[in-house]
């Protein structure tokens, strides 16, 4: 019994001690031991006067060292966003409320820095735009107002490049601290869609041909016409005998055949104005635009261009409202569509039926276009009975 007890004794102070010895590690020495700012290695027999503890001796403070000795695993984190930061191949800036950069990864570096000097610190309109204002498409603005990200597509005259821009604000509290500013070099691409609708409206001419030889036959017509006819009547030159055509021409005859000649000659003026204008190759140029006679003279011509088989019904409203658009657009897309309406026709034979006119947008075309904002709106619409 004696020995069981003593046994028993033993035991219970064994784990005593051991419950004593992790309570004073985990509480006591660990708490002080993560305190204590680690020291570079000293040199052999070197005095260490460094001494973790309450007890500690107020010696001369520990000497200065680099962040990363302090917290190594918190160092490590941050060369890892570093490198992430860096690895994005798209110029990524971050901004305080000023519009001055705060960070920058290498491909800003690369875009921005000139002769290799630093960007942080500058402010981002100075190195876009050149100018100490902000620029008038800077997305801020936007997201400032609305609290969330903004995405469009900018042109910087300074940089000569065009950008696609997103930029999202850095929030604490509700409040906008800064912005994350990504940006997408599409110059490249802008140029390529610009020779592709180059190269379409010179595709559009030449389906057009066959209209636009038809007006200036016509046109060609009414000149000659009207000259002929003025010769006809006219006296001979070298004496006063009249031409056995009739009565003798009078001055209001005259007139009005050269009025013809040059009514003709003005719609010839403005047919290859129209031309011109189309193939021409410029920045859209939108304005407050009547589109129903321009979807009428471009059908005229297409009525001209298109196969005799093929039926053109075109059904404009008289009280059809402006719309703000770029008339050239709106020609080239009129016949790219009724082209590729007659190539889809078999043998040529069919009906392409183009018309105008006012809707007010409801449910069912805010569920088909989801963008769509209510309101009246003016509907083109090309049907074609082909496959």
């Given amino acids: 019994m004696n020995t069981i007890t003593a046994s028993t004794i033993f035991l219970l102070l064994l784990a005593g001690y051991a419950g004593f010895s992790i309570f004073w590690y985990f509480f006591k020495l660990r708490p002080r031991l993560r305190a204590c700012p680690a020291e570079p290695a000293l040199p052999a027999g070197t005095p260490s006067d460094c001494l973790c503890g309450d007890s500690a001796p107020a010696a001369s403070p520990p000497p200065t060292l680099p962040f990363q000795a302090v917290n190594p695993i918190l160092d490590q984190a941050l060369n890892e966003w570093q490198t992430t930061f860096d690895a994005v191949m798209d110029p990524v800036l971050v901004l305080d409320t000023s519009l001055r950069i705060v960070r920058g990864n290498s491909a800003a570096f690369a875009l921005l820095s000139v002769n290799g000097a630093a960007i942080e610190g500058k402010t981002c309109h100075q190195l876009f735009s050149g100018t100490d204002m902000p620029c008038e498409v800077c997305p801020v603005q ?93 006296p001979a030159p070298d004496s006063q005998e009249r031409l056995p055509s009739g009565p003798p021409i009078t001055f209001d005859e005259i007139t009005e055949h050269l009025q013809a000649i040059k009514r003709a000659g003005n719609r010839a003026k403005d047919l290859v104005a129209q031309i011109l204008a189309f193939s021409r190759q410029t920045a859209n140029q939108r304005k407050n635009l009547l589109v129903g006679p321009v979807v009428k003279e471009v059908c005229r011509l297409l009525r001209a261009s298109l196969p005799a088989t093929i039926e053109l019904k075109v059904s404009v409203a008289e009280d059809v409202g402006m719309i703000y658009a770029d008339p050239s657009q709106i020609q080239q897309m009129l016949m790219i569509l009724c082209t590729n309406a007659s190539q889809a026709m078999d043998n040529k034979t069919g009906v392409i039926e183009v018309s105008l006119r006012d809707i007010e947008t409801g449910k069912a075309e805010q569920l088909r276009y989801n963008d769509l904002a209510p309101g009246n709106y003016v509907a083109l619409t090309v049907k074609d009975t082909g496959k």
């Fill in 142 to 234: 936007t997201v400032t107002q609305h609290h969330k990200p903004h995405h469009q597509e900018v042109t910087h005259r300074y940089l000569g490049r065009t950008f696609t821009v997103s930029c999202a604000p850095i929030c604490k509290e509700a409040q906008v601290i800064g912005y994350v500013h990504w940006m997408k070099d599409i110059s490249h691409q802008c140029n390529l869609e610009k020779r592709l609708v180059q190269a379409s409206k010179l595709e559009a001419i030449a389906t057009l041909a066959g209209g636009i030889a038809h007006d200036f036959n016509n046109i060609l017509g009414a000149i000659l016409g009207n000259a002929d006819l003025l010769l006809y009547r006219m």
